[in-house]
């Protein structure tokens, strides 16, 4: 299985946020990847998530 194959399958099952995506996939491209799939026509939702140390990061998760 490929890095965006499992981004893809954990999407379907979880937010996932850039730092998860570092370290569950081994990617650092979280926001590309999710282009790509908005482009081939997946429903992916968007959500910001706030950090304990006042930054915000969009999390992202493939909808139904």
């Avoid at 996932?16 to 908005?38: A, D, Y």
Wanted: hydrophobic letters at 35%; aromatic letters at 4%; charged letters at 25%.
């Amino acid at each position: 299985m490929t890095k965006t194959e499992h981004l893809r399958r954990l999407l379907k099952r979880q937010w996932v946020s850039p730092l998860e995506c570092l370290e569950l996939c081994g990617l650092m491209t979280l926001s590309q990847r999710c282009s790509e799939f908005k482009a081939a026509g997946m429903p992916l939702k968007k959500k910001p998530l706030k950090l304990p140390s006042g930054t915000t990061v969009m999390t992202y998760r493939l909808g139904r």
